[in-house]
T-cell receptor, first 114, second 110 residues
Framework: GAGVSQSPSNKVTEKGKDVELRCDPI?????LYWYRQSLGQGLEFLIYFQGNSAPDKSGLPSDRFSAERTGGSVSTLTIQRTQQEDSAVYLC????????????FGPGTRLTVL | DAKTTQPPSMDCAEGRAANLPCNHS???????VYWYRQIHSQGPQYIIHGLKNNETNEMASLIITEDRKSSTLILPHATLRDTAVYYCIVRPGGGNQFYFGTGTSLTVIP
């Protein structure tokens, strides 16, 4: 498939544990975004990567959240010492930087913190 | 700061046109208006975008007012599969972030 893929699709963890969420963007897309969507809420911007530029981390809710993008492709969102309020669907999207076309979204990872 | 205002919910009869409004009174001259939709439990899907001219594609039409302070997404013949949350987004200048508001929950009624 040529779309954005994310893994795992579902993750259940205990409060206090660390989790890693993975995003494989569309090949050739230079921009990559992470969002989260809590139950019944709109999408909340987390972080944005563009090429080799420093990422825009302005949406990360706390220092327990971090993300990296290796080789300009795969990205990993890490949540340390998870809390129950971290439970949400985490969505990844990618796009070409040079075009105003909207981003293509992955199916998301549903994170449940018990 | 989502920069857009949409009604929280709307209903539309199947087969009728669905007109979804959006206010973006603080939009800047170089900012595009984007529309996405999110069907339950799926990732958001791109629908259409525009700068100042009206746009049409196979999914929808986008009407942007001359002052660009508001726009309307039109689904010409709504089907039950169009039931979704529709997000109107203004892309901030200088970056590629898309800030989503809470959107309009459209229900297409048989």
């Amino acid at each position: 498939g040529a779309g954005v893929s994310q893994s795992p699709s579902n993750k259940v963890t205990e409060k206090g544990k660390d989790v890693e969420l993975r995003c494989d963007p569309i090949s050739g897309h230079t921009a990559l975004y992470w969002y989260r969507q809590s139950l019944g809420q709109g999408l909340e911007f987390l972080i944005y990567f563009q090429g080799n530029s420093a990422p825009d981390k302005s949406g990360l809710p706390s220092d327990r959240f971090s993300a990296e993008r290796t080789g300009g492709s795969v990205s990993t969102l890490t949540i340390q010492r998870t809390q129950q309020e971290d439970s949400a669907v985490y969505l990844c999207a990618s796009s070409y930087h040079s075009r105003p076309q909207g981003g293509y979204f992955g199916p998301g990872t549903r994170l449940t913190v018990l | 700061d989502a920069k857009t205002t949409q009604p929280p919910s709307m209903d539309c009869a199947e087969g009728r046109a669905a007109n979804l409004p959006c206010n973006h009174s603080t939009i800047s001259g170089n900012e595009y208006v984007y529309w996405y939709r999110q069907i339950h439990s799926q990732g958001p899907q791109y629908i259409i975008h525009g700068l100042k001219n009206n746009e049409t594609n196979e999914m929808a039409s986008l009407i942007i007012t001359e002052d660009r302070k508001s726009s309307t997404l039109i689904l010409p013949h709504a089907t039950l599969r169009d039931t979704a949350v529709y997000y109107c987004i203004v892309r901030p200048g200088g970056g590629n972030q898309f800030y989503f508001g809470t959107g309009t929950s459209l229900t297409v009624i048989p």
